[in-house]
């Protein structure tokens, strides 16, 4: 029998461990799953959240891409993931900064790429691949950034593209995706890490006067599955954020598996990861809300 697969689309290097490293490396210690991880661009603007690093950054040597590469390399390897792909090749597709930067006229900028070339590319891995599920973001890509409501659109359009025989036979047979899923997060988890962080010098809520300001996160009862990772998966996560050191600085509000999380709130604050089911039928569920506890069921 050949392995089932799934097939993760994700904007920067890090995002992979941040959103979905629990569920990575959850899978990848069973033989009978394929992952594959396609990643949209290098993450060249990304914020440098170490000094002694702070000069690769973009209005500085601009060397953060070639940097966040070797970072991401060390980061997949740690999750077991050994299936990996740029859109486009390394470097196509330029991170696009936040919403209404002036990087997002790059020419290269990821926000403005055409949808169907940019898909054509993400067809012919899907076609090849033939994974069973597709997981990418929701249509406001989490949280708004540029590359990932971008990232979102791409994955969506590649993947009725890749059922169409009659789109590009020449990117292979056609293939279509049982599941679609989107990344998320429950309110009552935000409830949590937005009270653990009041007060803090580094609380990411800091805009925010109630959860109810915050652009993520859905109900509860809107969400579909619930990936829940045991130790060996915790460490591979812990030591894929590691990996990604100009990102995610020990201690800081990023470190979901440092004593700020990952010690106040309980393990499950880091390693449980949340999806809502896009397409496709819902698998046999369990708990209050009948999450689902596997992608592929």
């Not at 170490?50 to 390399?73: C, K």
């Not at 980061?75 to 990996?84: E, K, R």
């Given at each position: 029998?050949?392995?089932?697969?799934?097939?993760?689309?994700?904007?920067?290097?890090?995002?992979?461990?941040?959103s979905t490293g629990a569920t990575l490396?959850?899978?990848?210690?069973?033989?009978?799953?394929?992952?594959?991880?396609?990643?949209?661009?290098?993450?060249?603007?990304?914020?440098?959240?170490?000094?002694?690093?702070?000069?690769?950054?973009?209005?500085?040597?601009?060397?953060?891409?070639?940097?966040?590469?070797?970072?991401?390399?060390?980061?997949?390897?740690?999750?077991?993931?050994?299936?990996?792909?740029?859109l486009g090749g390394v470097g196509r597709?330029?991170?696009?900064?936040?919403?209404?930067?002036?990087?997002?006229?790059?020419?290269?900028?990821?926000?403005?790429?055409?949808?169907?070339?940019?898909?054509?590319?993400?067809?012919?891995?899907?076609?090849?691949?033939?994974?069973?599920?597709?997981?990418?973001?929701?249509?406001?890509?989490?949280?708004?950034?540029?590359?990932?409501?971008?990232?979102?659109?791409?994955?969506?359009?590649?993947?009725?593209?890749?059922?169409?025989?009659?789109?590009?036979?020449?990117?292979?047979?056609?293939?279509?995706?049982?599941?679609?899923?989107?990344?998320?997060?429950?309110?009552?988890?935000?409830?949590?890490?937005?009270?653990?962080?009041?007060?803090?010098?580094?609380?990411?809520?800091?805009?925010?006067?109630?959860?109810?300001?915050?652009?993520?996160?859905?109900?509860?009862?809107?969400?579909?599955?619930?990936?829940?990772?045991?130790?060996?998966?915790?460490?591979?996560?812990?030591?894929?954020?590691?990996?990604?050191?100009?990102?995610?600085?020990?201690?800081?509000?990023?470190?979901?598996?440092?004593?700020?999380?990952?010690?106040?709130?309980?393990?499950?604050?880091?390693?449980?990861?949340?999806?809502?089911?896009?397409?496709?039928?819902?698998?046999?569920?369990?708990?209050?809300?009948?999450?689902?506890?596997?992608?592929?069921?």
């Open positions: 029998m050949s392995a089932r697969g799934i097939l993760f689309v994700h904007a920067h290097p890090d995002d992979e461990t941040v490396a959850h899978y990848a210690d069973r033989p009978d799953v394929h992952l594959t991880v396609v990643t949209c661009t290098l993450g060249e603007e990304g914020e440098v959240r170490v000094p002694h690093l702070a000069q690769l950054a973009a209005d500085q040597a601009d060397q953060l891409g070639g940097y966040r590469l070797a970072e991401y390399r060390a980061a997949v390897a740690a999750l077991g993931v050994t299936d990996t792909h740029f597709w330029r991170d696009s900064g936040m919403m209404g930067l002036p990087s997002n006229g790059h020419p290269r900028a990821f926000w403005g790429a055409d949808v169907d070339e940019a898909a054509a590319d993400l067809v012919a891995v899907l076609r090849d691949r033939r994974p069973d599920v597709l997981v990418t973001y929701d249509p406001d890509g989490f949280y708004g950034h540029p590359d990932h409501i971008q990232a979102h659109r791409v994955a969506m359009r590649a993947a009725d593209l890749a059922a169409d025989p009659t789109w590009r036979p020449d990117l292979g047979p056609a293939h279509r995706i049982r599941k679609t899923y989107w990344t998320t997060i429950p309110r009552t988890v935000i409830e949590a890490r937005f009270a653990a962080f009041a007060g803090a010098s580094d609380n990411p809520f800091a805009g925010a006067a109630s959860v109810d300001e915050l652009p993520f996160g859905a109900p509860d009862d809107q969400i579909h599955a619930r990936i829940a990772a045991g130790p060996a998966a915790a460490e591979r996560k812990r030591a894929a954020m590691a990996a990604h050191a100009t990102q995610i600085a020990p201690g800081d509000w990023l470190d979901l598996l440092g004593d700020k999380l990952g010690g106040g709130l309980g393990e499950d604050a880091a390693l449980a990861e949340y999806y809502i089911l896009a397409a496709g039928e819902q698998g046999p569920g369990e708990g209050p809300h009948g999450w689902e506890s596997d992608l592929l069921s």
